[in-house]
């Protein structure tokens, strides 16, 4: 039985490295580590991916796959929702790094495996919804910054933060993580933390117009 580990970097600012080293210091115990780059997990269906169709040959009953959050696997609800479900079919565990979950097949229950379900589901669409509002952010950033350019108006001030900063920020909140905490993660002042929770979407259109 193997533990893989299933990385998934689509920008600049991802890297497998990270997403290895935060799998490591939550106690994993990595056997393998396949990774996908530069690939969009809203477009590109993981069997679709020249190491996610490895990793569905790898895989074997009693194996344990370790993704950090589930939009690793994929930022579409259906590719994702039936991803999870044909490795516990296999009889592979599914885990995840953030918030420690474990997803399996061993329960005949109904009642738990309506919950374990849910569970899945509800993870899956909040990793597509994230991906949505994020491209919608972007386009409107772009739009922005073209629109300025052609007016000569001024952009606007720089933002305190990076893009890197910004995603961290972002998914932190996402797993419900405390304002303080995440600024303590992030070398961001509370404040700065307050105002991406409070406009993403205005956040992402001023890193996307400073080309960040």
């Known amino acids: 039985m193997k533990t893989i580990l299933y990385a998934r970097v689509s920008t600049l600012d ?4 990270h997403q290895e080293a935060q799998a490591r210091a939550a106690g994993f115990a990595i056997d393998d580590v396949v990774a996908d780059e530069g690939l969009s997990g809203l477009r590109v269906p993981l069997a679709e991916r020249p190491q ?10 009693g194996d344990t796959l370790v993704v950090r959050w589930v939009d690793r696997l994929g930022r579409n609800y259906a590719d994702v929702t039936d991803a999870i479900r ?3 079919r296999r009889g592979v ?10 997803f399996d097949g061993a329960t005949t ?11 899945i589901a509800f993870m899956a669409a909040t990793a597509q919804a994230q991906a949505e ?3 919608e952010a972007q386009r409107a950033g772009i739009e922005r910054a073209k629109a ?20 961290a920020v972002r998914d932190m909140l996402n797993q419900g993580t405390g304002v303080g ?32």
């Open 14 to 17: 991802q890297t497998i490295g």
């Open 181 to 212: 905490s995440v600024a303590a993660a992030t070398g961001l002042s509370r404040q700065t933390v307050y105002r991406i929770r409070d406009n993403a979407a205005g956040a992402e259109a001023a890193l996307a117009e400073w080309g960040m």
């Open 52 to 61: 996610g169709r490895r990793l569905f040959d790898m895989l074997r009953s």
């Open 86 to 88: 044909e490795f516990m």
């Open 133 to 135: 509002a994020t491209k």
């Open 93 to 102: 565990i599914v885990r995840t790094v953030i918030n420690g979950l474990s």
């Open 148 to 167: 300025n350019a052609q007016e000569s108006k001024y952009r606007g001030r720089k933002p305190g933060f990076s893009r890197p900063q910004f995603e």
């Open 109 to 119: 229950d109904p009642m738990q495996q309506a919950v374990r379900d849910a569970l």
